[in-house]
């Protein structure tokens, strides 16, 4: 007799986040291969010069974008929505953005006009996921998942510092 799959809010709620969690492997995956293709002088990524303290920033920053994700997928797993939109806010969308004004170094002075306009539009669609999230419709989660993928994976594939 065959197990008919259980899609109940909190089996979706599981699904989804094993989903979105294997989008985030293969994303980081991507981002890292990328990173190897530069190591052998094969990259044609448009090179931002940066000084030292403001490539720190940047990566911290970064760093920082990924844990904010990987807390997000957390949350979802656990049905926990509303921290998960206040997450996405926060930790990636327009609540992350700032902290480095007034500083000299601070990365946003030295990028290139579209790579500033990247990281803008992938802090708005983190917001817009947040708004997804608190909706709880899969489709719009999934959906604005994807679109703060493409904004990360999108810079990434045109801009390097090292």
Not at 27 to 41: I, Y
Request: aromatic letters at 6%.
């Amino acid at each position: 007799m065959r197990r008919r799959r259980c899609w109940s809010s909190c089996c979706w709620v599981v699904w989804m986040t094993e989903v979105l969690r294997g989008l985030l492997v293969g994303a980081s995956l991507l981002v890292t291969m990328q990173a190897g293709a530069a190591d052998g002088g094969d990259d044609s990524r448009q090179r931002v010069e940066m000084p030292a303290q403001a490539v720190e920033l940047l990566r911290a920053e970064m760093r920082a974008h990924t844990l904010a994700l990987a807390e997000v997928s957390g949350l979802l797993a656990e049905g926990r929505f509303e921290e998960a939109a206040a997450a996405a806010d926060a930790g990636i969308g327009f609540g992350s953005m700032g902290q480095q004004r007034g500083n000299p170094d601070a990365p946003g002075r030295h990028m290139p006009a579209a790579m500033h306009r990247l990281g803008i539009g992938m802090h708005d669609a983190a917001n817009q996921w947040s708004e997804a999230i608190r909706s709880g419709d899969g489709k719009r989660i999934f959906a604005g998942y994807q679109a703060v993928m493409n904004a990360c994976v999108s810079c990434h594939m045109a801009y390097r510092v090292r």
